[in-house]
């Protein structure tokens, strides 16, 4: 079983950066494939990027968005010039197959809220 613990959200004025945290834990977590999601208020959870050997994005964050692993079990999201309609609740995910933007990943963490201010 892998558990995911998300960390970094917060309230955040526009234009500002914010970096989250996903740390997996578990004897089969090394090595998985992660994503970084989003649920906007009101709207339904989209994909932002995701990685394994390689990385995707998508278009709607690649410019602003940055996926990035330190080690088997940490990966980061950071944030950049971040506006008021990035506010959501933002997950992470893992697999131990490459799913890209797919949403049936097996594993999810509990989610963090980020909350950007005009």
């Known amino acids: 079983q892998v558990q995911l613990e998300v960390s970094g959200g917060g309230l955040v004025q526009a234009g500002g950066s914010l970096r989250l945290t996903c740390t997996a834990s578990?004897?089969?977590?090394?090595?998985?494939?992660r994503g970084w999601f989003r649920q906007a208020p009101g709207k339904e959870r989209e994909f932002i990027a995701a990685?394994?050997?390689?990385t995707t994005y998508s278009d709607s964050f690649k410019d602003r968005f940055i996926i990035s692993r330190d080690s088997a079990r940490t990966v980061y999201l950071q944030m950049n010039d971040l506006k008021p309609e990035d506010t959501g609740i933002y997950y992470c995910?893992?697999?131990?197959?490459?799913?890209?933007?797919?949403?049936?990943?097996?594993?999810w963490g509990q989610g963090t809220q980020v909350t950007v201010s005009s």
């Open positions: 995910a893992a697999d131990p197959h490459y799913k890209g933007g797919l949403m049936d990943y097996e594993f």
């Open positions: 578990g004897p089969v977590a090394k090595g998985y494939y």
């Open positions: 990685i394994g050997i390689t």
